[in-house]
């Protein structure tokens, strides 16, 4: 009977000691010195640990003052471990009398969109399939090869020069539609193989860095079509894009560019140089500013492999040539499919919408007689016109890191 008590005691104590707090006070912390977040109705101080979060500083502040309970399941592929790090965090709960979800979003929705993952999680539906993944990387090796095979015996003119810079950028396409996959941890259960197989179709295969490509990327998952939280629709004043944009640029007299004609020279700028340029010097600005020492080493890989293979070939200056119109054919496929599959004109400030709907406004349908699946790396399907988009929902399910 002592003992019950005692027990009922400690329970008692154990209660009295956690906080509960309202969203108009948790909404409060989203200051770049002071950020909360709640997960499952638990509330968390981040602050201080944002800068060790192995998915950057970004992705978790864009979540501060706000429910981060769906991005957080989506996001980390074996939760319960993540666990060990939330605990010393934890400074409370929502007070009983407030809802699950901040600034009145439509609990049904989300509630049902949580059982639908659940239900595909059952059907084993983000299972991966071994074979594919290493019957893909190996038609991109087999490409690889197949380049200096036929450079070996047609040797170098114009016709031979021509089609070679198509295999390669074919392959370049490929290897980075297939390290989406690994950067997501989509292939393997274990999240190191994923990592590692990840660096190196990134960096050997293609010359960029992992971490570079992770905290982009994670961003425009976590905020997709957002701006300031977004990369992807971070254009640097060059395009204004969706709806809103062009209406806010034009009230507070912001010209850059004759925005007016953006839709002449956006094929003049965007489509040739986003890889070859921007990408490639971002890339190397990245590992260097950040001291991403791994991701050079793998980029240095790539490159040393490159012109030991073609240098012979071309010369240096020839070969440097080579790179940058592979890059520029690259370049041209990435734009077209990224902005064909989730580059929408509903691009505006912060709505706060729940996680559900920031997926699938921002994941595009087309319609089309062609099936585009391997040219975009099986990332968008054609689809009848009333198909709903349950791709965009399933994909909203698990986008790990």
């Known amino acids: 009977m002592g003992k019950g008590g005692e027990k009922g005691e400690e329970t008692g104590e154990h209660e009295a000691q956690i906080r509960f707090y309202s969203w108009e006070e948790i909404q409060k912390h989203n200051l770049k010195t002071d950020k909360w977040l709640v997960i499952d109705r638990k509330v968390y101080n981040i602050t201080n640990w944002v800068r060790r979060h192995p998915g950057g500083h970004r992705v978790i502040s864009h979540y501060a003052g706000e429910d981060a309970t769906d991005a957080f399941w989506a996001f980390h592929i074996n939760p319960s ?10 400074i409370g709960e929502l007070a009983p009398g407030e809802p699950s979800q901040d600034r009145d979003k439509n609990s049904q929705l989300v509630e049902d969109f949580r059982a639908l993952r659940k239900t595909a999680e059952e059907m084993n539906l983000f299972k991966a399939d071994p074979v594919f993944f290493s019957l893909y990387l190996c038609h991109i090796l087999i490409m690889e090869a197949l380049a200096l095979l036929m450079i070996s015996y047609y040797g170098t003119g114009w016709i031979t020069t021509f089609i070679l810079s198509c295999i390669l950028a074919t392959s370049q396409a490929q290897a980075g539609w297939l390290q989406h996959d690994f950067g997501h941890l989509s292939v393997f259960k274990k999240s190191v193989w994923n990592h590692i197989v990840h660096k190196f179709v990134i960096g050997h295969l293609k010359g960029a860095s992992a971490n570079w490509w992770n905290h982009r990327h994670f961003q425009h998952h976590a905020k997709p079509n957002i701006f300031k939280k977004d990369p992807d629709v971070n254009m640097i004043h060059i395009f204004v894009l969706g709806d809103s944009q062009p209406v806010e640029y034009g009230k507070k007299k912001l010209k850059y560019l004759p925005y007016n004609h953006q839709h002449e020279y956006f094929f003049l700028v965007f489509p040739p140089l986003l890889i070859p340029v921007y990408f490639q010097m971002q890339i190397m600005m ?16 790539y490159y040393i492999r490159y012109f030991i293979t073609f240098i012979p070939f071309y010369g240096v200056l020839g070969s440097l040539f080579l790179l940058t119109f592979v890059r ?36 595009l349908r087309y319609i089309s007689m062609f099936d585009l699946k391997y040219l975009s790396g099986y990332l968008i399907t054609p689809v009848v016109q009333q198909q709903p988009k349950v791709s965009a929902v399933l994909v909203g399910c698990h986008v790990q890191y």
């Not at 580059?343 to 709505?351: G, Q, T």
């Open 286 to 301: 990245s590992m260097i500013r950040h001291k991403f020492w791994a991701d050079l080493i793998w980029a240095f890989s």
């Open 81 to 90: 471990f993540v666990q060990k790090f939330l605990k010393p965090l934890l």
């Open 328 to 363: 520029f054919l690259e370049s041209h496929w990435f734009v077209w499919v990224t902005q064909m599959n989730h580059i929408p004109m509903e691009i505006d400030n912060e709505k706060h919408r729940d996680w559900l709907s920031s997926q699938v406004a921002g994941a």
